[in-house]
């Protein structure tokens, strides 16, 4: 059993983009805590790719969708679609 513990914000990032169910694809277990950050945003969408839960255009797409609704910018983005 895969488990991990999600800092909010990247739930929230998932959550925004209503894509909290591609989770659950990577991890068994999901546990949220306020303050514990294991994982960051670009772990998490390296994972994504490498366990073929995505592929290429489903990443991108995923990526500026978070991008587009949390406001932010990814700043691995082409490495990541590159590995």
Do not use: P, Y
Not at 37 to 66: C, H, P, S, T, Y
Request: overall charge negative; aromatic content about 4%.
């Amino acid at each position: 059993m895969t488990r991990a513990i999600a800092d909010t914000d990247i739930l929230s990032a998932f959550g925004k983009v209503e894509k909290v169910e591609i989770l659950g694809s990577l991890f068994d277990e999901i546990l949220i805590a306020n303050s514990v950050f294991f994982m960051d945003l670009e772990e998490i969408l390296r994972a994504l790719k490498v366990k073929g839960i995505l592929n290429r255009g489903g990443l991108k797409q995923l990526m500026e969708a978070i991008e587009r609704e949390d406001r932010t910018i990814i700043k691995a983005k082409d490495r990541i679609l590159r590995e």
